[in-house]
C-alpha cells in the first residue's frame, strides 16, 4: 500500500515543482540581479536584467536597473539609453530623472535644451505623462467637449449659458491634440537616440569617404532624422547635424 | 601757380578715383556681340584639387546697364552637389569691362566650397532671371557648367589627421600660469589659414589626466586679406579646471593638416605650458573622491514590479469618432424637426379644406353646437399655416391680412357670432344643425378661394 502513494506522490511533486519554479522565475532573477550588482558583479547584472526585459517589455523599474548596472559598470552611454526607456514608460518617476540628470551632469559632451519647437512640446510632455496616457486625457476632454456641444444643440436654453465654457473647452482641447499629434510625430519621426560608443566621428555624408565633421562622446543625446543603410541622419539640441553609423548609437 | 597746380592734380586724384577703372575683355571671342547680359561662371585656378580644398566659384555678371543695378536681374545659383558650400561675397564695387567696344558692368560674386568627395564633380549652370521692363522683355540666361578634378587624399593619412586641407597656423595661450586649487585657467586655440576649417572639429586637447574642460566659447571668421586670400579664423576658449594641486606639465597640442600646395601632410605642434596649482584656501590638494566613498555615492536600485506588465494602449481610431458623430446626429435633429414640422404645416394647409369638410358632415343632430365653431377655427388655422399648439394671436388679424376679399372676415364673424348665439338660444328656437352645418360648408368653400397664396 505505501508503495503506490510513494510513487504517486513522486510524481506529483516532478509534475508541480516545474510549474511552480517557472512561476516564481522572474522574482528570483531579481533577486539574482539586485545581488550582483550589490557585490559588484555588474556584467551578471546587465545580463540578467537584460533577460527580464526580453520577456516583460513594458516595467520600468526594470530598465532603470539595468541602466544603473551599466553605470556602475562606467558605461554613460548605455546607462542613459535605459534610464531614458525607463522614463518613457514612467516620466513621473523622481529617481529616474534624478539618475538621468546625474549622468548628463557627468557626459562630455554638454547639451541642453532641444533642436526644434517640435521637439521641445514632446519633450515637456513626456517628461511628465506617457504619449498613450496624454492620448486618453485628450481623448477625455474631446468627449467631454463634445458632450458639452450636444446638449446646447439640443437645448437651446443652454446656450447662453455655455457658450464661453465652449469656447474655452473647445480651445483647450483643440490645443491639446495639437500638441498630442506634435508628440506622436516625434516620437515617430524624429526618434531620440544616444551615443554608446566611447568616441563617434560625425560626418558630413552617409560614408567614410565624406569629410568629418565633429567628435561626440559616449552619452551624448540626438534625433534622428533619417536613415540611409548603416547611416543615420543627426540633428544634435544645438542644431547641428551630420551622419553616424548606427551601430554607435542605440534609439531610445 | 603753384596753388592751381596742386588743386588741379588733387581734383584729378579725387576724380580718378572715384571712376571705375574700364578694363579691356580678353573675353571677347566668349562674349555674343551686342548682348545685354551675359553670364560666365568659372573656378580659380586650374579646376584640379584635393577632396576638402578650398576652391571658388566664381559668377561673373556682364549687365550692359549702366546703373549696373542688381534691380532688374535675380540670380540663382546652383545646388553644387558634391560640395560644402561656405559663404558667399559679393565685393561692393563692382568694375567695369569693355567687351567688343561695349561697356559693362561686372557683377561677381564669389563662393567658397570644399568638395566633399572624389572624382568629377559637375557644377550645374547658374541662372540669370532679367525682369521685364518698359524696355526689354523678360529674359532667362545661364551659364556654362563648370568641371571640377577632385583628387583623393594621399594615403595612408597620419591617425592624428584631422581633416583639414589647406595652409594654416596654430597659436595657443593659458592663463593664468597660476591658479589655486578650484579656480579654472582659460585656454585660448586659434586656427588661422586658408582652407577647410569650417568643417574641421575642434583639435584634441592633450590635457593631463583627469582635467575636467568646458568649451566656453568658439568663434569663426572669414577674412580676406590684400592678396584676395579667403582666410578662416576659428578661435577656441576652453575652461580647465586641475584636479589636484601641484605643477603641471601641457603636451603640446599637434594639429595635422594636409598642404595641397607642397602634397603633404603636415603636424603643427602649439606651445608647452607649465601650470603651478596651488593648494586650495583650507589646505585642500585634491577636488577628487576617495574610491571608497564613490561606491556610497553609488545609486540604489529601484524597486521592481512585476506585475505591471501592460502598457497602456492608445484609444482606437474609431473612438474618436464616436463624438463628432453624436454631435453631428444631434445637430441634425433641429434640422429634422424643423423640416418634418413644415412638411406637416404644408400637408395640414393643402388638406384644411377636406379634413374641415369631412369633419362637417360626421355633425349630427343632437351634438353641440361648438362643434362648429371649432371645426371651422380648426380649418383658419390650417389654412393659415399653424399647428395646433401654436395657435396663439389675434386670429382675426392673421385672417385680416391674409384674404384678397376683406368682406370675408365680417361674414366669417358674423356666422360665428350666430352659432354662439344659437348654441344658447332655446332648443324649440335653434335651428336644425345640419342647417348650421350647410352654411358653414358653403362659406368655408368660400373662404378657401378668398387666401392669398404666397
Known sequence: ?252 | MRFWLITLCFVGVLIGSGMRVAAQSDDASLFPAGTDYYLQAFVEGDGVVYVGEQVVYVLRTYVRDRTGARSNIFETLPDFDGFWRSTALEPRNPPVEVVNGVQYVVLETYVLLYPLQSGTLMIAPSRLEVFETLFRDAAEFYSDPVTVEVQPLPSPAPQNFSGAVGQFRVEMTLEPAEVALGEPLTLRLTLTGEGNLEQVPAPSLRLPERWRVFENDSSARLDSNIAGLMLWSRQYEYLLVPPNAGTVQFAPLVFVYFDPFTEEYVALEGSEFTVNVFPGNDGLLSLERPSQQQAVFAPELLAVDLSATRRVAVPSWWMWMVMPLLVLIAGSVPVIRSFLRSRLIAYRSANALKRALSQLETVQDGDDYAVIEQIILGYCWDSLGYLPADCTGDLWQIISEKVSDASMLDRLQTFLRHVEAVRYAPKPMRPQIAVLVNRAVDLLKLLDKQWIKV
Do not use: C, H
Open chain 1, 1 to 252: 500500500m505505501k508503495r503506490p502513494a510513494t510513487i504517486f506522490l513522486a510524481a506529483f511533486l516532478i509534475s508541480v515543482l516545474p510549474v511552480l519554479g517557472q512561476q516564481n522565475e522572474p522574482e528570483t532573477i531579481v533577486q539574482q540581479a539586485a545581488y550582483a550588482y550589490a557585490i559588484g558583479d555588474y556584467e551578471s547584472a546587465i545580463a540578467l536584467y537584460e533577460q527580464l526585459i526580453a520577456t516583460m517589455p513594458n516595467i520600468p523599474s526594470l530598465y532603470a536597473n539595468l541602466g544603473i548596472a551599466y553605470y556602475g559598470e562606467g558605461d554613460l552611454g548605455l546607462a542613459l539609453v535605459n534610464l531614458l526607456r525607463a522614463r518613457q514608460l514612467s516620466p513621473r518617476m523622481q529617481a529616474i530623472s534624478t539618475l538621468i540628470a546625474q549622468i548628463r551632469s557627468e557626459r562630455v559632451d554638454f547639451q541642453i535644451g532641444e533642436a526644434s519647437y517640435l521637439d521641445i512640446v514632446a519633450e515637456s510632455v513626456g517628461n511628465v505623462i506617457t504619449v498613450n496616457e496624454f492620448s486618453w486625457v485628450v481623448f477625455a476632454g474631446w468627449s467631454m467637449w463634445g458632450g458639452a456641444l450636444m446638449m446646447v444643440i439640443l437645448w437651446a436654453g443652454l446656450r447662453r449659458s455655455l457658450r464661453g465654457l465652449l469656447v474655452i473647452m473647445g480651445g483647450i482641447v483643440l490645443l491639446s491634440v495639437g500638441v498630442l499629434v506634435t508628440s506622436m510625430y516625434v516620437s515617430e519621426e524624429r526618434p531620440r537616440a544616444v551615443v554608446v560608443a566611447d568616441v563617434v566621428m560625425v560626418m558630413s555624408g552617409p560614408g567614410e569617404s565624406y569629410l568629418p565633421l565633429y567628435r561626440l562622446f559616449s552619452a551624448a543625446e540626438m534625433r534622428v532624422l533619417s536613415e540611409e543603410g548603416e547611416w543615420a541622419r543627426v540633428v544634435l539640441p544645438d542644431g547641428r547635424q551630420g551622419w553616424i553609423e548606427q551601430s554607435m548609437i542605440a534609439l531610445v
